[in-house]
């Protein structure tokens, strides 16, 4: 420890101590400040980088956002020693602490204060241990008089190279873009290290008209780009800021971010410095937070299975964790470091180097162009890092219904994509299998506009990579046009719509339960196929025999049903889904033979679309599907 330690250069900052805004909900307080969960032992935010601690108070910043995430700074960059600089005032003591992959704290150094004038202390720690986890954070501790402390950061001697980042989005919901501009712009530190923030407009009612832009305009100036453009998907939305950046901007940097987040403006200062500090080009990922439950981390890190064609949580990742209910420290999981081998676009930054030599995405709409993207990335030896610290909040996606929607076609189409360009051969088998176990499943529960458009998806994939750049335009209103007549895609506000349920729910008590033993799975699968193949009770099109909430919507149930009501995963809406024989028999016939013809084909297919790849990435390709009208 030192004092009177002179400021330093924002280059040299590696990450900001910060502290809730004033638009916050409470319900954050938990990722910034671990403290006693009774309002009148907390401290008092004096402003984002400023606290004061009440007397006779001990709180602690082995937070997510404030702890140090160590172990990924010594794995990816060239910082060997991380020095963490503050002000303080007042009295009390302040120590600092490390913890193993473990979990296990351990105290490095501390330091009585007992000052009335801002006084700097100075504090160096080695990342020597932090090979396979570890965080570093410090804590404050009062007596009878107040301590504050200010400008709070972990800093590092090391020279890093100064590199702006161009920021870009893709919206459809300009009123959320709109506060996620006017929070990445009220930082002036943030902007500083901000060249252009880009605007793929893609939407009907266009950002330009929206409430809230003036201000959003006024806070970035002459940086924002607003480019309005057709809608084709988020990979051409995010395609376009990969192409402004990289081809009409000299900035070193490009970071993508949905446009329907709440934004922590620092993950950027952050990911540009741990960019700036690798000792080798990296993606830098941010991780989720839960924008309905904000102290909730949702995904920690992510990886793709290549045997299985799909993403999952990462091996050792902590999923849907509540810092509210337990902090970082009490948590072990949360010490060890994680590898991931992609990030979703809810925020990641990309280095010039890495889109250079890459590409750009695929013309795939939405759905596995940001996992293809980092395989493709990582093939050429450019690895995806998940940094903790640096996050956005976004609604998760097991609120939503994208497997069974319109994006099911997305889903399974862009799958087969990703495989074919980088799985080994086998996985082929996987995905027969599993795609008629899913076609199974869908039918049971009466989504036919689900195995429709999945159908179609497997179709157009079979028909090779000549018409991705156009489906970019047709695929959505062909899939919308596909799924309009289907009941289960229909939607009205509530069940109250439709009569009510002519059973009683007590019959669905014993189906609930979900099949485990393989026997017992095959003996109820059975059942309710030939349940299926029969014709439905004659009043059932009329009325729904349950209503069925979207948890319990499981084929083990809506398998021996002839009609029900299903809610929305999000609670906004219910179908009313009857069963229909005749449709049973003709999708599952044609998965049948679809997935007869994918074996078949699968290794041509994967020399075509390998074959492709580059003209599908060029920026060339992409100027031309920009410039389309």
């Given at each position: ?6 400021d ?8 900001r101590v910060?502290?809730p805004?004033g638009?916050d909900?409470?319900?954050?307080r938990?990722l ?7 309002l009148d ?6 402003s ?5 601690v009440?007397a ?8 997510y956002?404030?702890?140090?995430p ?13 020095v963490?600089?503050?002000k303080v005032?007042g009295a ?6 490390r ?5 296990d704290?351990v105290?490095l150094?501390?330091t009585?204060?007992?000052s009335?004038?801002?006084t700097?202390?100075?504090?160096r720690?080695?990342?020597t ?6 965080w570093?954070?410090f804590?404050l501790?009062t007596?009878?008089?107040?301590l504050?402390?200010?400008?709070a950061a972990?800093?590092t001697?090391?020279?890093?190279p100064k590199?702006?980042?161009v920021i870009?989005?893709?919206?459809m919901?300009?009123a959320?873009c709109v506060?996620?501009?006017q929070?990445?712009?009220e ?8 060249q252009r923030v ?13 409430e ?5 305009a ?5 940086k924002l780009h607003v480019?309005e453009?057709d809608n084709i998907g988020?990979s051409?939305?995010?395609g376009?800021?990969m192409?402004e ?7 070193d940097q490009?970071?993508v971010i949905?446009?329907d987040i709440a ?8 990911a540009?410095a ?10 830098v990922?941010g991780?989720?937070?839960?924008l309905?439950a904000r102290s ?5 890190g992510?990886?793709?299975d ?5 993403w ?8 849907d964790?509540?810092f ?6 009490k948590?072990?999981k949360?010490?060890q470091r994680?590898?991931?081998?992609y ?5 990641c930054?990309?280095p010039?180097?890495?889109i250079?030599?890459t ?6 709409f939405?759905k596995?162009?940001?996992?293809e993207?980092?395989l493709?990335?990582?093939e050429?030896?450019?690895p995806t ?11 998760p996606?097991?609120?939503?219904n994208d497997?069974t ?9 862009n ?5 074919a ?5 086998v996985?082929?088998?996987n995905i027969i299998?599993q795609?008629?176990k899913?076609t199974l499943?869908?039918?049971?529960s009466m989504?036919?506009?689900t195995v429709?458009?999945q ?5 157009d994939f079979m ?14 209103p ?7 007549d289907?009941d289960?895609a229909?939607t009205?506000?509530s ?14 008590e014993?189906?609930?339960?979900p099949p485990?033993n393989?026997?017992?799975?095959a003996?109820?699968?059975?059942k ?16 729904p025999q349950?209503?069925?909430p979207?948890?319990s ?7 021996n049903?002839?009609?029900a009501?299903?809610s929305?995963a999000?609670g906004?809406?219910?179908a009313f889904?009857r ?14 033979a ?7 084909e699968?290794s041509?297919?994967?020399a ?6 580059p ?7 992409w100027?031309?599907a920009?410039d389309?009208?």
């Open positions: 420890m030192r004092s009177g330690t002179a330093v250069s924002s280059q040299q900052v590696l990450q910060v502290f805004r638009e909900p409470l319900d954050v938990p910034y400040i671990d403290e006693p969960a009774s032992s907390a401290a008092t935010v004096v984002r980088r400023r606290l004061l009440p006779h108070r001990k709180i602690s910043l082995a937070s956002f404030n702890a140090f160590a172990s990924y700074w010594k794995r990816w960059t060239k910082v060997d020693e991380v963490l600089r503050l005032k009390g003591r302040l120590d600092v602490y913890s193993k992959a473990n979990g704290s105290h150094q501390g009585p204060v007992d009335q004038d801002w700097s202390l100075e504090f720690v080695s990342l241990p932090f090979e396979d986890g570890g570093i954070w804590d501790f007596n009878d008089v107040p504050e402390i200010d400008e972990w800093t001697d090391v020279p890093l590199q702006q980042v870009g989005t893709t919206t919901r300009p959320d506060l996620a501009l929070t990445l712009g930082d002036p530190q943030v902007m500083e290290v901000v880009v605007v793929a407009d893609q939407g009907p009612q266009k950002i330009r008209d929206t809230g832009f003036d201000e959003a006024r806070r970035i100036g002459d480019i453009q988020g051409g939305g995010f376009r800021v192409y950046g990289i081809y009409n901007s000299d900035a490009v970071m949905d446009d934004l922590e403006p620092d993950g950027v200062l952050r540009n741990f960019a700036r500090a690798a000792t080798n080009p990296v993606i990922g991780q989720m937070l839960n309905q909730r981390l949702h995904t920690m992510e990886v793709v290549l045997g299985q064609g799909i999952r949580a990462a091996p050792g990742a902590v999923t964790h509540d509210a209910k337990k902090p970082l420290r948590t072990t949360l010490h994680i590898h991931s081998t990030n979703g676009w809810w925020m930054l990309f010039r180097e890495v250079e030599k590409g750009l995405p695929l013309p795939l939405i596995h162009d940001d996992s993207y980092s493709r990335a990582g050429r030896g450019f890092v998940t940094l903790p610290g640096a996050a956005i909040w976004h609604m996606w097991t609120d939503k497997a929607d319109w994006t099911a076609y997305f889903h399974t189409r799958r087969l994509i990703l495989a360009l980088h799985s080994p051969d996985v082929k088998n299998k795609g008629l899913l499943r869908h039918l049971l989504e036919y506009s429709a458009v159908q179609k998806a497997l179709e028909a090779g990579p000549e018409g991705l750049f156009d489906s970019l335009r047709s695929a959505l062909e899939v919308r046009e596909l799924r309009k289907y289960d229909k009205l506000p069940a109250r719509e439709f009569p009510p349920p002519s059973a009683n729910p007590i019959m669905a014993g189906l609930l339960k485990v393989p026997a017992v799975i003996a109820r699968a059975s309710a196929l030939l349940h299926n193949l029969k014709e439905p009770a004659k009043d059932a099109g009329e009325r349950l209503n069925v979207a948890a919507a499981r084929w083990f149930l809506l398998g049903l002839d009609s009501t299903v929305n999000d906004s809406g219910v889904r069963r229909d024989p005749e449709e049973f028999r003709r999708l599952g016939m044609r998965a049948m679809n997935y007869r013809r994918l074996g078949q699968w041509r297919l994967c075509v679309y390998r074959a492709a790849l003209e599908l990435t060029s920026p060339e390709s100027k031309q920009f389309q009208k």
